[in-house]
């Protein structure tokens, strides 16, 4: 059986205030489970990546109830939401989001600095995490020396680095050309299967559709499809 | 280096023009504080710096006496009526006062007669370079110190001129005597002094009291108290307290210093801030990222205040090396700046709050970013 690592239930979110406040989410359920791979789809607008940062713990549902690692957020403060994040989630992002003044390896390691591992292991492990999305020979390169694909490469680095049991990332590919875009999504298929992670993104690409071992389709804040096949791109 | 020195520091030294107007306005910001902090010492020291070389046990001042150089005078019967009080084995006359110096290459300056017997017992020059103090007894001979030449257009042992119309011949050079006010110390004898001062001859300003050996100075104290009326016994150090008070805080002099270097503080506050804020706001993305991955706000508070002691202490050591030059520069003035090791450590205690203080603007900062914003491509 797939042990869900998060879990969402009945999630309703509004943005925004006054004239402008619009209910992004209405009544969502679904649970992440490890050792698959979800594709988040939908059009511009659907609430996609507003699931994806409730799920993630960044923004709170109006209501609804969501438990990341068994945990339920409901009236969590900041902080223990951060704890959240640091222990069970990691993020990969559109645009990275590398610390420009940091090297590769700094990087990956500024993950575990954050949950307090300093140690020479710790540099070992980012080392090691480096080496498995195959950039050991740019550890000392600084983000701006590197190539889209390569920066979006020590993010994930850095998203699994911490051994997060759900990696959530949103539209990893958006910015990179096709190649680049297989290599990341071969990548994650791969962290996929891992029994102790489930892995969900979000995205507009079709392209990425073989990798999917389940694919949800959200529109207008609603779920309307949630179908699992069998990946075939790893 | 933990991760933490090394985003701080990267983040402050990125970008080269903003680093440096930050260490700018913390150096100017701390090398004025130094220069006010460093006046009112040497202020401080001068002010009392007659008192401090004075051979007194007690000093015996005109009743409502403010400071060494209050022109008020006691009478002459003054010094039986101490000298028949048990305990008192001498009480030497000091007489002082403004009097105009003749300028020999032409014009008078003002300068300040310090008069007193010229043995041991008596408040003599110190610090002599040339000369013998024994000297000063004869007619006419006064000590100047060296830092005054230029002024009282003299400079060798010899070297005469007058004094209120008297001759006065150069008997002793001093070094490092230097009054507060600026007006060159001169000292004579003690009759020198009345003529050249215009004391009336049963007058003095004060006189220095030493104990006979094994005396009470509290019980000395209170029968010379009893004793002499109009007057005040004061131990050298109320005589000094009295005189930092009346010159630092009642001319309003120490005032001055003070409101210099708090402002000092607040511009070099402000600066440290304003720069902090800005690099700060440069970098809300890598916070929110921060935020996004999990960090504690401690962590984050880490980042933001480490940069501000990385510019604490870039800062400050640059602004000591140049107060320490100034103080160099202006030693042999006569308005030298002192650094004391207690004034550096709390000047670099006060950088180290003041920046500090500045990260706070920007921790607020940070606490409000929006951790959702890393989604936004």
């Known amino acids: 059986m797939i042990a869900p690592v998060i879990e969402a239930v009945d999630i309703v979110k509004f943005l925004g205030d006054g004239a402008g406040r619009v209910q992004a989410l209405k009544g969502v359920s679904l649970s992440l489970a490890c050792g698959e791979l979800t594709l988040l789809m939908g059009p511009s607008g659907s609430g996609k990546t507003t699931l994806l940062s409730i799920l993630g713990s960044i923004l709170t549902p109006t209501s609804g109830i969501v438990r990341i690692g068994g945990h339920s957020t409901v009236g969590a403060r900041p902080a223990a939401l951060a704890r959240l994040r640091r222990d069970y989630i990691g993020f990969v992002f559109q645009t990275y989001h590398l610390f420009p003044t940091l090297n590769a390896l700094d990087n990956v390691r500024l993950a575990l600095d954050v949950r307090g591992e300093r140690s020479d292991r710790a540099i070992a492990k980012a080392k090691a995490v480096l080496a498995t999305v195959g950039l050991s020979h740019k550890q000392d390169a600084f983000p701006s020396e590197l190539s889209g694909g390569e920066q979006q490469r020590v993010a994930i680095a850095r998203a699994i680095v911490g051994d997060a049991s759900a990696i959530l990332a949103d539209e990893p590919t958006g910015a990179l050309d096709s190649e680049n875009g297989h290599t990341i999504m071969t990548i994650l298929a791969q962290i996929a299967k891992d029994p102790a992670r489930g892995v969900l993104v979000v995205t507009h690409d079709p392209r990425i559709l073989p990798f999917a071992n389940r694919i949800i389709h959200i529109e207008d804040g609603r779920i309307l499809s949630d179908e699992r096949r069998e990946a075939a791109g790893a | ?377």
């Open chain 2, 1 to 377: 280096m933990s991760l933490t020195v090394k985003l701080a520091s990267r983040n402050l030294f990125q970008d080269r023009l903003r680093f440096i107007a930050t260490i700018v306005g913390i150096v100017f910001s701390m090398v004025l504080v130094n220069i006010q902090m460093g006046l009112f010492l040497s202020f401080e020291r001068m002010v009392t710096t007659m008192i401090d070389h004075a051979p007194a046990d007690l000093w015996i001042v005109p009743f409502g006496t403010k400071c060494f150089e209050d022109p008020s005078l006691l009478d002459t019967h003054d010094q039986a009526l101490a000298l028949a009080v048990p305990g008192v084995m001498q009480a030497v006359p000091v007489a002082i006062g403004f009097t105009p110096w003749t300028v020999p290459g032409g014009g008078t300056t003002p300068v300040f007669i310090v008069g007193s017997s010229t043995d041991a017992t008596g408040l003599r020059p110190w610090n002599v370079v040339k000369g013998n103090p024994d000297a000063l007894a004869a007619p006419h001979a006064v000590a100047i110190d060296q830092t005054y030449f230029g002024r009282l257009g003299v400079n060798a042992i010899g070297d005469s001129t007058e004094i209120r119309e008297q001759k006065a011949e150069v008997k002793v050079i001093t070094n490092g005597i230097r009054s507060f006010t600026t007006t060159p110390y001169v000292f004579t004898s003690l009759e020198q002094a009345g003529e050249y001062t215009g004391t009336p001859p049963n007058r003095v300003s004060y006189y220095l009291v030493h104990l006979s050996p094994g005396a009470d100075i509290g019980d000395v104290r209170k029968r010379l108290v009893a004793s002499l009326p109009k007057v005040e016994v004061l131990t050298p150090g109320e005589f000094r307290s009295r005189s930092r008070a009346f010159w630092l805080f009642g001319t309003g002099a120490g005032a001055a210093l003070f409101t210099g270097a708090l402002l000092g503080a607040i511009v070099g506050t402000v600066i440290v801030a304003q720069t902090l804020y800005s690099s700060t706001k440069d970098h809300l993305s890598e916070f929110a990222t921060l935020r996004a991955i999990g960090s504690s706000n401690l962590y984050i508070h880490k980042v933001i205040i480490c940069q501000a002691l990385l510019s604490a202490v870039i800062g400050f050591s640059l602004a000591a090396c140049i107060s320490l030059m100034i103080v160099v520069l202006t030693a042999e003035t006569s308005l030298p700046i002192l650094m004391t090791p207690i004034l550096t450590l709390g000047l670099f205690l006060l950088t180290v709050v003041m920046c500090v203080v500045s990260a706070l603007a920007a921790i607020v900062q940070v606490m409000r970013i929006d951790p959702a914003r890393v989604f936004k491509a």
